[in-house]
């Protein structure tokens, strides 16, 4: 599959253009929009309640940051698709300044450097 750059004078194929233009991958926007969904969840900006998606657990002395979820177990293996299953390895990767913000606006203008640091974007 070949793209055009620019005034589209010369065709570069799409793995070429995408980094050069820094788009992101459709995953990495859908991972990106899960992280927001997820601090929107357990800081109450959404009107859902935290304990209907996810399991805070009684442990605070983990490494990293103090917002560590856990899997809920289950035997079906359609589960590990739903949403509160399939963020939590994610969220509980990201560093604590990102986990930790203020605001959602800080979330994401961390998150976004997070990903740029780890050469996701």
């Given at each position: 599959?070949a ?23 459709l995953?990495?926007?859908?991972e ?28 605070r ?20 698709h ?33 990903y ?6």
């Amino acid at each position: 599959m070949a793209s055009f750059v620019g005034n589209g004078t010369y065709p570069l194929k799409f793995e070429v253009v995408v980094p050069k233009l820094r788009y992101s991958t459709l995953s990495l926007r859908r991972e990106r929009g899960d992280m927001i969904q997820v601090f929107k969840i357990l800081n109450g900006l959404d009107n859902l309640q935290p304990d209907k998606f996810f399991d805070m657990g009684q442990v605070r002395n983990t490494r990293g940051h103090s917002f560590k979820l856990f899997k809920k177990h289950s035997r079906v293996e359609l589960r590990k698709h739903f949403f509160s299953q399939r963020v939590v390895d994610k969220w509980n990767g990201l560093p604590k300044e990102v986990v930790e913000s203020e605001s959602l606006n800080i979330l994401k203008n961390r998150l976004d450097n997070y990903y740029k640091r780890v050469n996701r974007i």
